[in-house]
């Protein structure tokens, strides 16, 4: 919006022009938007024509007088408020009273100008109402953009669990109708597949949780020094399991501490979504190497894997919100989507970055860099969480 439509009605032509030419070459900078918003004006000699020219094309505000012969201005503002229009109605009029003022007001109109007035007063009066307007549009803009996202959040959600609910309801019928004979054993393999299916739910779940927490400064953080090589250590025995049963070797290549003013609970996110993806997206008896490189007022954590890796294409989008690359090499592997816009989300709050380096068949490296200087890593910290009273340090 850089453009708003002033109708002016008024039977006083010298009114009318008056108004104009005060409005013609205004423009208001509103704040918080960004904006900065020019009129085009329209007049309208009495109440009647006011009406029609508002049945065609409806202005943003409207300068309205009061006294006019024919349909007096309460009248078209009665009118106008019955056809539930967003017109902001200002009243003019040379017989000001609290009696009017109160009239006006009940059937809606917006605020309030006495004759005589100066070209200053009207400014001001029509810049408050152009930041009222601007302020509604951008409040309903946005909350458009969240029901959008709202929508796109169930439809999303709903296809990822869609799909291994029901497996799991098809593993349970196997069972039920005993589908593999009568021996316990038969089933072993369906009930092995039916909870590494509930696993990925409830990863899925603890994902949605903590992006949410992250998002909405609810997640309480603790800022302390902790050692990133001894939580990627830790990450890597998370692991430790499935690495060992496909004989992917993984190694913390680096040996002394790094420490770090972090949430602990954050580093240990960054690690475990980085280090379970590559063992995911490995080849069996594949490799894992970690690295945690300090670099004057930063650190950098690098992950490679010998993995099936990305295009080009795949890499460009893959740190949004459920974005999973689904091709042939990925269609038995399960996920929520979100640990990596996770990761993203945790860079952001230490003034960092994440990114990645890939080739099909060959692997791919992360590599997420961290402001370790204490001034950007505290005021990140107040930036997104002191305002919820959630911080403690």
């Known amino acids: 919006m850089d453009q708003l439509r002033v109708l002016v009605v008024d039977d006083e032509p010298g009114m009318r022009h008056g108004v104009a030419r005060t409005l013609r070459n205004f423009a208001v900078n509103v704040p918080n938007v960004e904006q900065t918003v020019r009129f085009e004006i329209e007049e309208a000699e009495s109440g009647e024509i006011a009406l029609l020219k508002i049945a065609a094309a409806p202005p943003d505000i409207m300068l309205l007088d009061h006294k006019m012969p024919g349909i007096s201005g309460l009248d078209v503002l009665n009118r106008v408020a019955a056809m539930k229009s967003d017109i902001l109605t200002v009243m003019i009029t040379a017989y000001a009273s609290i009696e009017t003022a109160v009239a006006a007001t009940k059937q809606g109109a917006y605020d309030f100008l006495a004759k005589p007035f100066t070209p200053d007063e009207l400014r001001n009066t029509v810049r408050k109402a152009t930041v009222r307007i601007a302020l509604a549009r951008e409040a309903r803009k946005l909350a458009d953009e969240r029901r959008q996202v709202r929508f796109q959040f169930i439809r999303v959600l709903g296809h990822e669990l869609k799909s291994p609910l029901g497996a799991v309801d098809g593993f349970l019928q196997l069972v039920q109708n005993r589908s593999l004979g009568d021996e316990?054993?038969?089933?072993?393999?369906?009930?092995?597949?039916?909870?590494?299916?509930?696993?990925?739910?409830?990863?899925?779940?603890?994902?949605?949780?903590?992006?949410?927490?992250?998002?909405?400064?609810?997640?309480?953080?603790?800022?302390?020094?902790?050692?990133?090589?001894?939580?990627?250590?830790?990450?890597?025995?998370?692991?430790?399991?499935?690495?060992?049963r496909r004989e992917i070797t993984c190694t913390v290549q680096t040996l002394n501490p790094v420490a770090i003013l972090a949430d602990r609970g954050e580093m240990e996110m960054v690690f475990n979504n980085l280090v379970s993806n590559a063992v995911k997206y490995n080849r069996d008896r594949g490799r894992v190497d970690i690295v945690v490189v300090p670099e004057d007022d930063r650190v950098q954590i690098r992950v490679a894997d010998t993995g099936i890796g990305l295009t080009e294409q795949e890499a460009e989008k893959l740190f949004g919100e459920f974005v999973r690359i689904k091709n042939e090499k990925t269609r038995r592997i399960h996920g929520s989507g979100l640990g990596l816009s996770i990761i993203k989300k945790i860079a952001d709050l230490y003034a960092g970055e994440v990114s990645v380096s890939s080739q099909p068949d060959q692997g791919s490296t992360f590599t997420v860099n961290l402001a370790t200087n204490v001034r950007n890593v505290r005021d990140s910290l107040e930036a997104e969480t002191i305002a919820s009273g959630k911080v403690t340090s």
């Open 184 to 244: 316990l054993d038969a089933y072993q393999e369906v009930l092995r597949r039916g909870r590494d299916r509930i696993q990925g739910m409830f990863k899925l779940i603890a994902d949605l949780l903590d992006m949410t927490r992250i998002e909405s400064g609810q997640k309480e953080r603790r800022l302390e020094m902790v050692d990133l090589v001894e939580i990627a250590r830790s990450a890597v025995e998370l692991q430790h399991a499935e690495a060992d």
